[in-house]
C-alpha cells in the first residue's frame, strides 16, 4: 500500500467532485467472469494532525491543512464482480453486513460500479478511482482501478496443499500468493467443490461441514490461474480401507438401488445417500467427444473417497467415443490403472451411447462399435475386472450386436417397464428421482443379482 498527501485545497478537492456519483446497483453489468472475488484492503491509522507554527501564527500567515489518503493501484479484468474486504486499524469488518461503517463511490460508473455494500462491477476498459470512506473519522481509501482486458496471472500458491481433520467444526484460513509481483494483491475468488465437507468464505476462511473430500480452490486473473487445497474429513468410525490391488468384492442383495453420479451431480447429504440406496456408481472418466484424450471426471477421487468413508459399496462407469478396438483396449487398461487400490463391488459398465451431436464416434456403424466396446470390457476381464455395458434398451437392440458382448447389462428404460428381453445385471428406471441425498434429482436403476 502507499500513502500520499495531497492538498485539500488543489487536486484532493478536484478528485472528491469527480467521484461524487451516488452507488449504483452492481448487478446492473454483464459478467464474463461468474462469482464474485475478493480485493482485501488495509486502512492504517491517520497520524494526528501538527497545528500551525508559532512563527506562522506570530506574522498570521496560515498554512494549508494536509490530510493523508491511503491508496494503491490495481488492474482488474473488464466484466467481474469484486468485493472490497477492508481491515479497519488491525480490524476486520465485513463491509457486505455493515453498510455504517463505509461509503463507497466510483468516480466513472461508466468503466466500474460500486454499490453500497462495496462489491465493485467493472463495465469496459478505462480508469477510475473507487474511494472506501470510513465514516467515524472520514478517512479515505482510493483504489486507482485500471480496468482493462486481460491480467496475466502466471502462478498462485496457497498456503497449504492439504488438510486432514476428522472432527466436523473446526476452523482453518488460507491465503494466496500470486505471480508475478505487480499483480499479488489482484482480487481472488474462493470456492469449494463440496460445500457438505468444507465451506469457505471470501477471505480463506474453511469451516469443515462434514465427512468426506473435496478441494478448496481460489482463483486469480483472466488466466483463470487455479490453486488448490485438498480437503479430508474422515469419520473415525468408517471402515478401513485396506489397499492393495484393485478387488471386487461378492454382493449379498437379491434386489437393491443403485445410484449413479458424476462431476454433473452434487451430493449434499452422504449418509442420506447411504440410508436410501444399495450401491453408488462413479463416473471415473470419458474419452473426449471431438479430440478423443482420455480424461477422468472431476469429482471422481471425491466420490470415491466419500463412498468408502461411509461404506457405500461402489463401482463406475465410463463414458467411451473409442472408434475402433485399439482405442476401446487402451479405455480398458486406462480405467484398470484408475481402479488400483480399490475395492469395488460391481461390474465396471462402458458407456456407448454417443449420437446426433457431431462427436468423433457418432457415425460408427454397428460392427465398428461392437468392436471398440468389446475390445474395453474384454481388457478390463483380463486385468482382473468384471465388465459390462451400458445402454437404453433402443440402443443395445440396434447400436451394438450383444450377442458379441457377453459381459454384464446394464439397461436404462424410462418408460415405466424394462423393454430389454437379455438378462440383465441393473434396470436404470428413471432419471428425475430424487430424496437420495444428491440435489435436484438423479438416476436411479434396480440392482439385480
Not at 447429504?269 to 482420455?294: A, E, F, M, P, T
Not at 450383444?402 to 415405466?416: E, H, I, K, N, T
Request: proline letters at 2%.
Amino acid at each position: 500500500m502507499r500513502i500520499k498527501k495531497r492538498l485539500i485545497a488543489g487536486l484532493f478537492s478536484a478528485a472528491v467532485i469527480a467521484m461524487a456519483a451516488p452507488a449504483i446497483n452492481a448487478s446492473a453489468a454483464a459478467l464474463k467472469y461468474s462469482g464474485i472475488y475478493t480485493k482485501e484492503i488495509e486502512i492504517e491509522k491517520p497520524e494526528e494532525k501538527t497545528t500551525p507554527s508559532s512563527a506562522a501564527a506570530s506574522t498570521g500567515a496560515t498554512t494549508e491543512e494536509t490530510e493523508e489518503i491511503q491508496s494503491e493501484n490495481l488492474r482488474v479484468m473488464t466484466g467481474m464482480k469484486f468485493i472490497i474486504g477492508v481491515d479497519r486499524y488491525g480490524e476486520e469488518i465485513d463491509t457486505t453486513k455493515n453498510k455504517a461503517n463505509f461509503k463507497f463511490r466510483t468516480s466513472n460508473k461508466k468503466i466500474a460500479k460500486v454499490s453500497a455494500k462495496g462489491i465493485v462491477t467493472t463495465v469496459k476498459a478505462g480508469k477510475c478511482d473507487i474511494t472506501v470512506i470510513n465514516r467515524k473519522d472520514n478517512v479515505k481509501y482510493v483504489i486507482h482501478l485500471t480496468v482493462a482486458k486481460t491480467v496475466k496471472v502466471k502462478s498462485i500458491k496457497l498456503s497449504a496443499a492439504k488438510k486432514n481433520y476428522k472432527t466436523i467444526g473446526k476452523t482453518f484460513t488460507l491465503s494466496s500468493t500470486i505471480k508475478p509481483k505487480k499483480y499479488s494483491a489482484e482480487p481472488v475468488l474462493w470456492g469449494s467443490t463440496n460445500t457438505g465437507v468444507a465451506t469457505v468464505s471470501n477471505r480463506g476462511v474453511v469451516t469443515i461441514q462434514g465427512y468426506g473430500e473435496c478441494s478448496i480452490f481460489c482463483k486469480a486473473g483472466s488466466t483463470n490461474k487455479v490453486a488448490k487445497c485438498t480437503v479430508k474429513v474422515k469419520n473415525p468410525n468408517a471402515p478401513k480401507d485396506n489397499g492393495g490391488g484393485t478387488t471386487q468384492t461378492s454382493l449379498t442383495y437379491r434386489t437393491g438401488k443403485l445410484v449413479d453420479i458424476s462431476s454433473h451431480n452434487t451430493v449434499n447429504n452422504w449418509q442420506q445417500l447411504k440410508n436410501s440406496c444399495d450401491g453408488v456408481i462413479i463416473r471415473v472418466g470419458y474419452r473426449g467427444y471431438s479430440q478423443g484424450s482420455l480424461q477422468e471426471d472431476i469429482k471422481f477421487r471425491s466420490n470415491v473417497y466419500n463412498c468408502q468413508q461411509h461404506g457405500i459399496p461402489f463401482s463406475v462407469y465410463f463414458f467411451t467415443t473409442a472408434v475402433n478396438a485399439a482405442e476401446g483396449a487402451e479405455e480398458g487398461n486406462w480405467i484398470a490403472n484408475e481402479l488400483a487400490g480399490m475395492n469395488i463391488a460391481m461390474p465396471v459398465f462402458i458407456d456407448t451411447e454417443s449420437s446426433g451431436n457431431g462427436g468423433r464416434s457418432d457415425n460408427l456403424n454397428r460392427e465398428q462399435r461392437t468392436a471398440a466396446v468389446r475390445a474395453a470390457c474384454a481388457q478390463l476381464n483380463a486385468r482382473g475386472i468384471q465388465s459390462g455395458v451400458y445402454g437404453s434398451t433402443n440402443w443395445l437392440q440396434n447400436r451394438v450386436d450383444m450377442s458379441q458382448l457377453p459381459f454384464s447389462v446394464w439397461v436404462a428404460d424410462y418408460r415405466g417397464f424394462c423393454g430389454y428381453g437379455g438378462s440383465k445385471f441393473a434396470w436404470q428406471y428413471t432419471s428425475n428421482a430424487t430424496g437420495y441425498g444428491v440435489a435436484n434429482r438423479c438416476d436411479v436403476s434396480e440392482w439385480y443379482q
